[in-house]
């Protein structure tokens, strides 16, 4: 009988416990565990090479699994099972949380790495620097306070209101450097989709033959007129407001702020950042 290891992740869909479900549609024998807390080198070495993990939460729970076995070699097959909120990587291919369980091996092989603070990190959508980032870091401080269903459009409208203050940003291109000033967005895309269904790179694809990311800016506007600009994000509109908004495309892109800013790699924070550099397809 088939084994399927699952991967649960108990804050992921704000508790969303839908993977207790998986027994009754998985025809083997299922096991849970934490991704959380699982050690997978302890995982990896016991399993049967038919063994199949089935990763249950949102992206998050993903970027946590990829992060966390990048130096495990397996060839066991992964499913992954959505129960998350934004669910931009389903989006991006094209599919729903009703399509799932799929099979994402030859998703989670050959990703970018962000280096942050000395440190590495593999995505499967994007990094996140500006107020994104700031989004993310007051939605950790209102989970913290136990708060189950989060508004990030609330959070991003009063930070673009005034909460998230905009600093200056040097993007570096394949060696080519570009300086703008009072920049709102800095993300590095290598799908298309973050941010719970925002399109800031709208050619970027995960698939592209060049192994290239892209990174947009989003620059030089006042509240109002980024307030404007700033829904039209969630269809791809925004690159029409030339002034405001550039998107490069490399094979190794850095993003410094002239002050620190709090990053999200894959909906994850990381707090006071002042750069960061995306390296793929070299």
Known sequence: MKKYHILFNSFAGSGDDSYKTLSEKLDGKTFFHNVIDTDYKVLFSTLDKDDVIVICGGDGSINKFINRTKDIEFDNEILYFATGTGNDFLKDLGKTKEDTPIRINEYIKDLPTCYINGEEYKFINGVGYGID????????????????????????IKGLLGKYKPTGVTITVDGEKHHFDKNWLAPVMFGRFYGGGMLPCPDQRRDNEDKKVSVLVFHGTGKLKTLMIFPSIFKGGHVKHKKFIQVFSGHEITVEHDEPRPVQVDGETILNVKSLTVKYGK
């Open 133 to 156: 980032g700031y989004c993310c870091e007051e939605g950790d401080k209102l989970r913290a306070q136990n708060v189950k269903k989060i508004n990030y459009t609330s959070i991003a």
